[in-house]
Structures are given as structure tokens and as C-alpha cells.
């Protein structure tokens, strides 16, 4: 009987099919008789996910209207359907894998291809037939033939299956009862609006609102330094003392008492060199790579993620869903043999420092299902580059650049220290000079990158003339996240527990999410309306600011619940756990959640009008929401509108109404409250200029009419 080889997309079965002689059908490929299939094989392919967890209705009718008395919602067994539109195309894989013997897995070789491949695979009924796994990093047409020569069994398939079956039903669990839970106890209050909840959606949108919140009760203090431009005999460099004083008298007082005028002349106590070095930076995984395109290109995280899979279909780079920064010696082996040709395509030669592999790249311990995303053995002709989209090329010279600075020389700089005395007070000085740019000069410096300067040529017991003055600064609130940042904030929130066991799990793990699953957790995020992102800053929604204060103080907000599922979802996929224990731990969760939520929610204080009404379903129409007492009529209501908000006094004279936009900001029923109940808002940040500047105001209502205030 020939093999069924079944791929995860018709792309990815495309790029297989190259590397033989096919036949084409409907839905399939047949692959003639060759070396590695002497009867010849079939190519099949999923489309993603053809099979999905049944709805909660399809177990009980009564799970189909949400309310508080169904709940939970606990199968006794999990079942799996066709997805809605892939039936046809089930079909004909059901039909090829259930006439033969072997079946081959050719999906991702990670848990998520394990998943789609059994889901898939039970869903056809088939039974007894040997399962062999493709386990290969690159779709080149060698790499391929060498992967269908050497398949392997499936015992760390099956395991990973283990594991990635239970994260999912987990998810589904989570998800299906948190969401009617806290939508149902928020609209008790006042809220209309659907809460998706997620087992790690959730603490990704609450460490956003720590941030957020960090910056809102930031107090900005202001302090004195006093700083110096010195002038030696071959040029000009400057001081600061360490002194660093809330108020400006206290420094005042110290230049007093060291008798320091604004010209008083200093001598050059100590000039210290130190030669240092900066090796290569490490290979990219995919967060690295996604948080660097995101602040030089500033592209999503999901984008960088599609794009690059488009450049491991087109053979370009290897597999880039991988956590790993290292290589083995077998990778390192083909790119050392063709550092030639890849200085040559990015038309930069330079003299390679060492052939030799070195630990801080090449390391077989670091390597497990997958290595470093680096360039393949085919390096595509200009004319190849030529047709890439702009990004395209950006990212694969990224990796190309990266991979060569593993051969490069160090970055070499001497590092110098000065210390200049004025009447008994100490200046210091830090200035470097590079010896050698090396590796860095694959890469475009950037504007972000801040060099120290460097000094004129100087010498212990020089004299020199000065200018002294007290500079005046203020301490600054931590900065919003960016979407790369939010990607390497996911991976390191371990640093944001204070649970050392939990600190060490989530370190052990890297946080929160997958290196596979990261970018489509943040677009899930901005889908439920929870944050939104303007010029690459996440900001969260008035919705995602609802469902954090919901949350707040139950484990949904917190890491530390993640850290301790994903710790064992890790045993499950290395044949230390089993499914069954860790769902029963998801059961009791889910019962702790009905008990303690709506006694958490009762008690907090939910402004029900933060959160904009959505359009109704019927006949179109808008859901009017009462935000406040009307300021100019005192009898009527202000009422949420669609686009703006006015008095409910309306038909009887009263013309008091608001902008639902105001210079390009859109104002929140809660901004509306405070300007009718206190006359002004707090800071709004955003507001854009005609000329296009953006700026934060208070806005202000006097005699109906909206006023800017500034700060």
C-alpha cells in the first residue's frame, strides 16, 4: 500500500511534492515511485484546524443560553467535528488515510502539528495503522529527502499530542466558563458587553493595565544635578558631580561650601583607560526577532510571524516558530562552508575572525524540536530578492546579517574614565573610542542606539577652564509598552511575580504563552476590543480597563496560574504527567471561579458607563447608556449616542451635547461624567494638533462649551 503523508497546509504539501515527481488530483498528490517511496506515496494536506472541540450545546441543550445556573460547563468526554467549510477536503483525507497502512506526520513538528495531525487523524476513524513522524527544520528539496529517509517513530509525538490536546481543552474550559461567567455578572451591573476570557488572554491584558496604572499614579518629582564643560588644551568634554538633590538650595549650598563659581578652573585628578569587547549578538528565535523588526520597523509581532513563514515556504530561512538561540554542528556546518556567498548577497565582505564553532552559538544541548531561525543552504539570486515586499527583504537580511556576525570580530572600544577636581568637588567623565567596529558593521546603527562620546586627548594634572551650573531635571513614569515589548514582557513576566517557586517556573517556561502563540494572543487581545495600538504604543480599551478591575485579585490576573499549568503541561508532553490528573486540577479552578467571583464582583465599585454601548442588533438602532446628569437643563440626562452624546431634555429646548470625537480622541462616557458632575476631566492623552502633533490635555466645560487645559 503507498503512504499517506499528511501536511498541515496545501503550502506546506506544495514544498514537500517539490522534491519529488507528483501527479496532481483534487485535494492531493500523488507522488511516483522513488528511492524513498519504491510504490510511490500520497500527499494530502489539512487546512489548518479541519477538526475542532464541539460547542457546549452539542453536549447539553442547556449550555446553549448562557446564564449563571448552567454552569459549569464540565463534558464528561471531549468530542472533536469537521470545522464549519473544510468537510469536503476532510473527506478525501479520511478516504487516503483509511485505505492504508502507514501514515505519515508531516505537519509542524511541534505540539501544535501534533495536535492538528491526531485530531485529525481519530476524526477518520482509522485504526492500527503505523504512524511515522517527518521531523525536519528546513523545506529545501535535500532536507525533505533526507527527512522522508530517516522518519521516526511516533512515541514523542503522541506525547506531545498529550500535551497540546490538554492545553486546548483547558483553554476551552477556561474560556466557555469565565467568559459567561464574568460577561453575566458585569451586565448585572450595568455592563453590555461580551468578556472573553482566557487562561493566558487574561494576565497579558492585566500586566498592560499594571503598567498602565504605574503611569497614571506616577508622581514626577523634580531634582538638581550640577554638570560642567570642560576646556583642555585639545578640546572640550564634559562632567557631572554625583550629586543628585530634590531641591536646588541644597545644591546651592554644597557649590558654596567647595567655593565653586559658574567659571571656577579644575585639574584633571585621573585619566583611566580599559580596553573591552563586545561579541556578536546571539541568533534570532522568533520573540527576538519579533521585537527587534517591531522597533526598527515597527511591524506586529502576528506580521513578522506571517511573513516569515511565507520566507521558510519559499526555502529562505529555516522553521521559525522556535524558542532556541542555538544551532548544532551540522547547521554550523553548511552556513561555515557559504559565509562567501551570503557576504556576497548582502554585499558585505569582510575577513572572517574564526571558522571554529563556539558555545555561545553552536550548542546540541540547547537545540530540542527546534534550532535558531537562520538562512538555508539556498541563497537566492538578486533577482529573487528583487521580487520580495520591502519587509520581506528586511527580515531576511535580519537573519542573514545575524547569522554572519556569529564569523565577525568583535566590536573592540577602549573605554576612559576621568575625574576632574574643582576645589575639592569630583566631576566624572565616561567617553569611549572604537578600535575596531567588527560585527557591527552589518548593522545600520540606529537612532535609539546611544553612544557615549568620544574625548579629546587628555592627561592627569592638566589644568583646565570650566563652565559649572545646576541642571534641573524630573523623574519620569516607566513608558507604555510597544508591541515588541509586550512580546518580551510575555516572555519575561517571570520578573513581575514575587513568588520565588512561581518566578522560577515562569523563567523555566518563559512566561506567558509560546514562542508560537504569543503574537496571536496579543491579536486576540485587540479583536475583543481589550487594548488597541496607535503608532506601535498599546493602550488599553475602557473594556480591557472593565475586565482588569473584574479580575483583579483572582488568579486569572496573575501569571503565577500559568506558570503553574504550563509547568505541568510540560510533564504531559515529556510522559510525567497525564491529561486526565490536569484536568481534573482545570475542574476544581473552574468551581473555585463560581464560588468566589460573584461574591469579588459584589463587592467592587464597576463604573458601568466607562464602557461605550454597542450598536444593537435590531433594526440597526443604537443602545442609549445614562451617563450623567445633564450640567446645562439639571433635569435631563446626558445620553451616550451613537457618534456623540446629548441631553435626554432634547424635544424640550435642551441643547447641551458632546463630541464623540474631539480632536482625533474619542471621549469615554466616563471623560463625559467627570466634565458634567466636576466641571473637568483628568489628563487625556493623544489629542493631534491640525498640524499633526499629538498632545495630553485636561479638558474643561464652561457654559456648555469644551475647553482645553494644560498642565
Not at 30 to 58: D, M, Q, R, Y
Not at 459 to 466: C, D, H
Not at 613 to 618: A, D, T
Amino acid at each position: 500500500m503507498k503512504p499517506v503523508i499528511l501536511a498541515e497546509k496545501p503550502s506546506q504539501a506544495k514544498a514537500y511534492a517539490d522534491a519529488f515527481s507528483v501527479r496532481k488530483h483534487e485535494g492531493y498528490l500523488e507522488v511516483n515511485p522513488c528511492p524513498a517511496f519504491p510504490e510511490g506515496a500520497f500527499i494530502t494536506w489539512g487546512v489548518g484546524h479541519l477538526v475542532e472541540l464541539k460547542e457546549p450545546h452539542a453536549y447539553n441543550p442547556s449550555w446553549k443560553r448562557w446564564s449563571l445556573g448552567s454552569l459549569p460547563i464540565l463534558p464528561d468526554r471531549y468530542e472533536f467535528q469537521v470545522a464549519k467549510g473544510k468537510f469536503k477536503q476532510f473527506q478525501i483525507v479520511k478516504k487516503l488515510i483509511r485505505d492504508t497502512d502507514t501514515v505519515i506526520n508531516a505537519c509542524d513538528v511541534d505540539r501544535e502539528g501534533s495536535n492538528i495531525f491526531y485530531s485529525i487523524y481519530n476524526q477518520t476513524g482509522a485504526r492500527n495503522q503505523r504512524i511515522l513522524r517527518l521531523w525536519i527544520n528546513s523545506l529545501e528539496v535535500d532536507e525533505v529527502r533526507k527527512g522522508f529517509a530517516n522518519l521516526r517513530d511516533n512515541r514523542k509525538d503522541l506525547m506531545m499530542y498529550e500535551e497540546a490536546k490538554a492545553r486546548q481543552i483547558s483553554d476551552w474550559l477556561v474560556g466557555m466558563n469565565g467568559s459567561r461567567l464574568y460577561t453575566l455578572l458585569l451586565k448585572a451591573k450595568g455592563v453590555q458587553e461580551v468578556f472573553p476570557i482566557g487562561r493566558v488572554q487574561s494576565p497579558t491584558v492585566y500586566l498592560i493595565y499594571q503598567r498602565e496604572r504605574e503611569i497614571e499614579t506616577f508622581v514626577s518629582e523634580p531634582f538638581f544635578e550640577v554638570e560642567a564643560e570642560f576646556w583642555a588644551e585639545h578640546g572640550t568634554y564634559k562632567g557631572k558631580a554625583k550629586v543628585k538633590e530634590p531641591k536646588r538650595e541644597i545644591v546651592q549650598e554644597l557649590l558654596a561650601k567647595h567655593g565653586i563659581r559658574p567659571d571656577s578652573p579644575g585639574t584633571i585628578m585621573s585619566v583611566t583607560h580599559a580596553d573591552k569587547r563586545t561579541p556578536p549578538p546571539q541568533l534570532h528565535s522568533l520573540s527576538t526577532l519579533q521585537a527587534t523588526a517591531n522597533r526598527r520597523w515597527k511591524t506586529s509581532p502576528a506580521n513578522v510571524l506571517k511573513i516569515m513563514q511565507g520566507l521558510y515556504e519559499k526555502k529562505l530561512v529555516t522553521y521559525p516558530r522556535t524558542d532556541t538561540r542555538h544551532i548544532t554542528p551540522n547547521e554550523f556546518a553548511y552556513l561555515r562552508d557559504q559565509v562567501g556567498a551570503y557576504q556576497q548577497l548582502i554585499n558585505e565582505p569582510f575577513q572572517v575572525a574564526s571558522l571554529a564553532p563556539n558555545k555561545r552559538y553552536v550548542d546540541s544541548s540547547k537545540v530540542q524540536e527546534h534550532y535558531a531561525i537562520i538562512p538555508t543552504k539556498k541563497v537566492p539570486t538578486q533577482a529573487v530578492l528583487g521580487r520580495l515586499s520591502p519587509l520581506e527583504r528586511n527580515l531576511y537580511e535580519e537573519i542573514v546579517r545575524t547569522t554572519l556576525a556569529m564569523f565577525h570580530r568583535d566590536y573592540l572600544y577602549t573605554e576612559t574614565k576621568v575625574t576632574t577636581d574643582v576645589n575639592g568637588l569630583p566631576f566624572f567623565t565616561t567617553g569611549k573610542t572604537e578600535r575596531d567596529i567588527g560585527w557591527k558593521s552589518l548593522f545600520k546603527s540606529s537612532k535609539d542606539d546611544k553612544e557615549e562620546p568620544a574625548l579629546p586627548p587628555l592627561r592627569q594634572g592638566e589644568p583646565v577652564s570650566s563652565k559649572i551650573g545646576i541642571k534641573e531635571g524630573k523623574t519620569m513614569p516607566p513608558k507604555p509598552y510597544t508591541e515588541g515589548q509586550l512580546i518580551t514582557m510575555m516572555k519575561t513576566c517571570g520578573k513581575l511575580v514575587e513568588d520565588k517557586e512561581e518566578t522560577d517556573i515562569l523563567k523555566e517556561i518563559e512566561g506567558l504563552g509560546t514562542e508560537a502563540t504569543r503574537s496571536s494572543i496579543i491579536e486576540t487581545i485587540k479583536k475583543h476590543g481589550y487594548i488597541s495600538v496607535t503608532k506601535n504604543i498599546v493602550s488599553l480599551t475602557a473594556k480591557g480597563r472593565v475586565l482588569c478591575q473584574a479580575i483583579e485579585g483572582n488568579l486569572l490576573a496573575s501569571p503565577s496560574m500559568t506558570a503553574k499549568w504550563e509547568a505541568y503541561l510540560r510533564k504531559i508532553g515529556n510522559g510525567e504527567g497525564t491529561s486526565q490528573h490536569f484536568l481534573e486540577n482545570i475542574a476544581k479552578f473552574i468551581a473555585k471561579l463560581l464560588e468566589e467571583v460573584p461574591r469579588q464582583l459584589e463587592a467592587k465599585p464597576i463604573d458601568a458607563t466607562a464602557v461605550p454601548p454597542r450598536p444593537s442588533k435590531s433594526r440597526g438602532s443604537y443602545q442609549t447608556v445614562e451617563v450623567a446628569p445633564c450640567p446645562a437643563c439639571k433635569t435631563g440626562m446626558i445620553l451616550a449616542r451613537k457618534g456623540f452624546y446629548g441631553c435626554s431634555n432634547y424635544k424640550n429646548g435642551c441643547k447641551q451635547t458632546f463630541p464623540g470625537l474631539y480632536l482625533k480622541k474619542k471621549l469615554t462616557p466616563a471623560q463625559v461624567k467627570l466634565l458634567c458632575t466636576k466641571g473637568k476631566t483628568n489628563v487625556i492623552k493623544g489629542f493631534t494638533a491640525n498640524n499633526g502633533n499629538q498632545f495630553n490635555a485636561s479638558l474643561s466645560l464652561e457654559n456648555g462649551k469644551l475647553n482645553l487645559v494644560f498642565q
